[in-house]
């Protein structure tokens, strides 16, 4: 059986990602799965141990860039269930592609936690293509701020404070996204968001398919090879 081809939609929230991918499998004649971080973090992993939870330094949590400003930016770690769940999304993606399914993905590809280095292996042997999104930061912020305002979170069911403190940790954390997100300078295609529309983006993606399977991946794994090899 034929492997299907994987989609990687890299970039942070704002750079139109989840709105690339939809329009790509919507428009596409062929049979393409559909996936995303999104979904993944609310609709998979358990809250409990998502950044907002209670058991968040067993799964993903947020703690200062600089342990000695406490009040200051933050950023993302993984605790052991964290670790083993993006290790399983991986492992769900490579499973759909070797069933001769195409699956499109939008994710987060950080280095550091090593989401990118877990991806790159776990997929190897596959028709890999990663496209990087990445718009100037100061577009992002205009974009967040305008969503802050379309879609405010239900106060009213989770409570002023609960509302207040989970806004106050999605800003800090949004400068170590932007850096971590795109620390990585591999792909097979990146695309200025603030420039191309979602049309053009999906055009230009369809175009670098056609031109065959991506190497970023196969680059990368000479980058970070696995230990003992």
């Not at 200062?64 to 770690?77: M, T």
Request: overall charge negative; proline content about 7%.
């Amino acid at each position: 059986m034929q492997p299907g081809q994987i989609i990687i939609v890299n970039g942070t929230s704002g750079s139109g990602k989840s709105t690339t991918c939809e329009m790509l499998a919507k428009e596409s004649e062929d049979f393409w799965l559909l996936y995303g971080i999104d979904h993944f973090l609310a609709g998979t992993l358990p809250a409990t141990f998502g950044h907002h939870g209670p058991r968040c330094r067993d799964g993903i949590y947020a703690h200062p860039v600089n342990e000695a400003e406490p009040d200051g930016a933050l950023r993302w770690s993984f605790g052991p269930y964290g670790t083993r769940a993006f290790a399983t999304l991986h492992e769900w993606v490579a499973s759909a592609a070797r069933q001769g399914c195409n699956i499109i993905l939008d994710h987060l590809m950080m280095m550091d936690p090593p989401v990118l280095q877990d991806a790159i292996w776990r997929m190897q042997g596959l028709p890999v293509t990663l496209i990087t999104l990445k718009p100037p930061y100061e577009v992002l912020e205009q974009r967040l701020l305008q969503r802050k305002y379309d879609k405010k979170l239900p106060a009213d069911i989770l409570g002023e404070e609960t509302v207040r403190i989970i806004t106050n940790r999605l800003n800090r954390l949004r400068p170590w996204f932007y850096e971590a997100v795109y620390a990585n300078d591999c792909s097979d295609l990146e695309i200025d968001t603030a420039r191309h529309g979602p049309e053009a983006v999906c055009a230009m993606i369809n175009e670098r398919l056609a031109a065959g399977p991506g190497t970023a991946f196969a680059q990368l794994r000479a980058r970070f090879p696995l230990a003992g090899k």
